[in-house]
Nanobody, 112 residues
Framework: QVQVVESGGGLVQAGDSLRLSCTAS????????MGWYRQAPGKEREFVAV????????NYADFAKGRFTISRDNAKNTGYLQMNSLKPEDTAVYFC?????WGQGTQVTVSS
């Protein structure tokens, strides 16, 4: 019954922006922590950002500070990751995690 689905990835050029969405079903978004992670080819999965249920507590990885913004709309059971000033180094599969449940990932590719 628990399901997490990401969307919004794609192929963009350096300097462009992209907004990823994460939708949770089965009431999994209630009282939950939502986090974004990414994994580049041949690399380990790394933390990107996390936001609490109320949106009051937010943490970012160093590479995301000033460029990425995490948010959530609890009425829609949806979280977002706004990514600005994208760099080729941001190329990776981006995963959403709602508590202990992972989504399938969405590919983000940034060309130079």
């Amino acid at each position: 019954q628990v399901q997490v689905v990401e969307s919004g990835g794609g192929l963009v050029q350096a300097g462009d922006s992209l907004r990823l969405s994460c939708t949770a079903s089965g009431q999994t978004f209630r009282s939950s922590t939502m986090g974004w992670y990414r994994q580049a080819p041949g690399k380990e999965r790394e933390f990107v950002a996390v936001v609490s249920w109320t949106g009051g507590n937010i943490n970012y990885a160093d590479f995301a500070k000033g460029r990425f913004t995490i948010s959530r709309d609890n009425a829609k059971n949806t979280g977002y990751l706004q990514m600005n000033s994208l760099k080729p180094e941001d190329t990776a599969v981006y995963f959403c995690k709602v508590d202990a449940v992972w989504g399938q990932g969405t590919q983000v590719t940034v060309s130079s």
